[in-house]
């Protein structure tokens, strides 16, 4: 079984700063894409950035130039650095993978459970 655990959610001001990091765990073989998406009360989830296994990054434009993604392939981690917060960022955000579990050329999707960022004074 494949795991993604969450950390780095909070409560930061307008114009503040939050570091998230996603670790995928369990029976992995490789990891393709990782990504992140929020989703706010009332809206759907959307994507805010993604990357490849070879750190491509990919953005939503309303976090382009704000919002970092990077990953680090030994330790099975990827990570969103989010500046200059909105109060518009608030949002559960969700990490995503896409994995080989084996040698057998099938992946699977993964999501973690979600950590809350509030940008709110």
């Known amino acids: 079984q494949v795991q993604l655990v969450e950390s780095g959610g909070g409560l930061v001001q307008p114009g503040g700063s939050l570091r998230l990091s996603c670790a995928a765990s369990?029976?992995?073989?490789?990891?393709?894409?990782m990504g992140w998406y929020r989703q706010a009360p009332g809206s759907q989830r959307e994507l805010v950035a993604a990357?490849?296994?070879?750190?491509?990054?990919n953005y939503a434009d309303s976090v382009k130039g704000r919002f970092t993604i990077s990953r680090d392939n030994a330790k099975n981690t990827v990570y969103l650095q989010m500046n200059s917060l909105k109060p518009e960022d608030t949002a559960v955000y969700y990490c995503?993978?896409?994995?080989?579990?084996?040698?057998?050329?099938?992946?699977?999707?993964?999501w973690g459970q979600g950590t809350q960022v509030t940008v709110s004074s």
């Open positions: 995503n993978a896409v994995i080989r579990v084996d040698s057998r050329p099938y992946t699977y999707i993964y």
């Open positions: 369990g029976s992995i073989f490789s990891i393709n894409a």
């Open positions: 990357i490849t296994s070879g750190s491509n990054p």
